[in-house]
T-cell receptor, first 111, second 111 residues
């Protein structure tokens, strides 16, 4: 069974204070790892897909990296508008596209 | 571009009443469609997925059912709601093992 664990559960940062969110996973034959951003009361917004260890993707202040056991979402010089819940999900070789999600990290960035 | 719609946006229903939530996708054909539930604003639980018209797979035994009467329409139903059915219901579309894109969600409160 695929499993995803995200840490920390909550993270409070000052504006400009860079940090990283962690996503540890167990999956049989990783086919994709996905990062989403979710604002309160809204559906998750797709950020990145990573397919293999060593791969990196960037978008504005966000950078996602992938190893064989975990993924990191690095946030550089965050702004208050980066405050949201960040969700990680995986799909494996036997999942046929079904995503297994972690519980998310609630990020709060204070001005 | 692709767009995914869900309605209603919010719903308050008494215990024992029926339920029908609708999801439609625009701008793509033959998508995989998914229903998720999110409790307490955190991780998503996959409820149903469909790879084609009339093809429904259930992930979790429960009080709910799903149907796909048309290529881009996905419906979540219940004959009698339980208190435990309360939550945030999300519809998503995707292709194969690639990322999924989520709708705005329906907030269901069962009283």
């Amino acid at each position: 069974e695929d499993q995803v664990t995200q840490s920390p559960e909550a993270l409070r940062l000052q504006e400009g204070e860079s940090s990283s969110l962690n996503c540890s996973y167990t999956v049989s034959g990783l086919r994709g790892l996905f990062w989403y951003r979710q604002d309160p009361g809204k559906g998750p917004e797709f950020l990145f897909t990573l397919y293999s260890a060593g791969e990196e993707k960037e978008k504005e202040r966000l950078k996602a990296t992938l190893t064989k056991k975990e993924s990191f979402l690095h946030i550089t010089a965050p702004k208050p508008e980066d405050s949201a819940t960040y969700l990680c999900a995986v799909t494996g070789g036997t999942s046929y596209g079904k995503l297994t999600f972690g519980q998310g990290t609630i990020l709060t960035v204070h001005p | 571009s692709q767009t995914i719609h869900q309605w209603p946006a919010t719903l308050v229903q008494p215990v024992g009443s029926p339920l029908s939530l609708e999801c439609t996708v625009e701008g793509t054909s033959n998508p995989n469609l998914y229903w998720y539930r999110q409790a307490a604003g955190r991780g998503l639980q996959l409820l149903f997925y469909s790879v084609g018209i009339g093809q429904i797979s259930s992930e979790v035994p429960q009080n709910l059912s799903a149907s796909r009467p048309q290529d881009r329409q996905f419906i979540l139903s219940s004959k009698k709601l339980l208190l435990s059915d309360s939550g945030f219901y999300l519809c998503a579309w995707g292709r194969g093992l690639r990322e999924q894109f989520f709708g705005p969600g329906t907030r269901l409160t069962v009283l």
